[in-house]
């Protein structure tokens, strides 16, 4: 039997999956397949999940292990924030550690045990970055320009500005009223600039962003490879800087900034470093079940979900009055 986690970071939910515990590590195909099997929303394990985050063995100094991470439509992202806490937790109860890197696709990133949220919330930081603004990085083309920095894009919504950072997935960020959330504009966008189309030709994650005060922020995110999740953590990241640099007298570097999501509520801080900034982003880090599979139904991908077992941690009820006191 293999174990996985049900986890969460502001309620972007993963099922974290251990490959160096398995007797084979799964093929790319395998891990893909899987990934489509167990986070569909209407047939997947436990109501589904935004995605898969495989551990794997890392031979960098200082990391304690590598996260991958596996969107629902089985695209392969280069970094995921509410994920690495998560990672970041389990390889903290795994090895004793509380300060440690993880490597991801592009970059070890420095992770730390923060203080609890809340009783029952434990809550991490890790490092986002690197951060880049050209347009290669995204990438992007055929807008106009080389960088979106509070920029007005008619080709995408006429009348708003955009700004667009990788960190290093690609994010578009841009500030719109409190009534414009719900507007249908955000989901039409997501899709299109997620589907084929001119400008964004490996998709982009979209950040609405709503700036509710000084050093406060909501964010909902439209997640290429998923749709709507309760948030993104790299996008709150990246949501955050544009803030700082667009909004110099509402948003700082080096202070917390509190973003709400729909799933709940993270902190940033910003810094400076050579010429250029990283972001620590800090938040809940929520088991929510234990998960046991046999490990010959995680390759064929064919998990029969009567052979799975579950068992809930409780931690739920925990994260949950954390939320609900965030509303009063
Ligand atoms: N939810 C994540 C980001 C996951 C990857 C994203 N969908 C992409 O394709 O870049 C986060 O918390 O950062």
Redesign the pocket.
């Known amino acids: 039997m293999t174990k996985l986690l049900k986890v969460h970071?502001s309620q972007?939910s993963f099922f974290i999956l251990d490959q160096t515990e398995l007797e084979n590590p799964l093929t790319d195909n395998e891990l893909r397949q899987l990934t489509q099997t167990l986070t569909d929303h209407k047939t997947g394990l436990l109501g589904g999940a935004?995605?898969i985050l495989s551990v794997e063995e890392s031979r960098h100094p200082g990391a304690l292990g590598k996260m991958r991470?596996i969107?629902t439509d089985g695209?392969e992202?280069s970094?995921?924030?509410?994920?690495l806490r998560t990672v970041a937790r389990y390889l903290h109860e795994k090895t004793g550690e509380s300060q440690f890197k993880v490597e991801t696709m592009y970059a070890d990133l420095a992770v730390r045990q923060a203080d609890d949220f809340a009783e029952g919330v434990p809550a991490f930081g890790v490092e986002i970055s690197p951060v880049r603004f050209n347009k290669e990085s995204l990438p992007f083309d055929n807008l106009g320009h080389d960088r979106l920095l509070d920029t007005l894009v008619p080709e995408l919504v006429p009348g708003w500005r955009f700004s667009a950072l990788a960190v290093p997935?690609?994010h578009l960020i841009a500030f719109i009223k409190e009534e414009d959330l719900e507007s249908p504009v955000l989901g039409e966008l997501g899709a299109y600039l997620n589907g084929e189309n001119p400008y964004f030709s490996d998709g982009v994650?979209i950040n609405y962003t709503v700036i509710r005060g000084d050093s406060q922020l909501f964010v909902r995110t439209y997640?290429?490879?998923?749709g709507f999740?309760n948030a993104?953590?790299?996008?709150m990241s990246a949501s955050s800087l544009a803030f700082a640099l667009t909004h110099p007298d509402l948003g700082h570097f080096e202070k917390e900034i509190s973003v709400y999501n729909p799933g709940g509520m993270v902190k940033t801080v910003l810094h400076q470093k050579d010429h250029g900034y990283w972001i620590e982003l800090i938040g809940n880090a929520t088991e929510t079940h234990t998960i046991e599979i046999p490990e010959d139904q995680l390759h064929s991908g064919q998990v029969k979900l009567e052979a799975v077992k579950t068992k809930e941690t409780g931690e739920q009820a925990a994260y949950l009055a954390f939320v609900d006191q965030l509303t009063k």
């Open positions: 970071g972007n935004d995605g991470v969107n695209s992202a970094m995921c924030g509410n994920g997935n690609p994650n997640e290429r490879g998923v999740t993104c953590g790299t996008g």
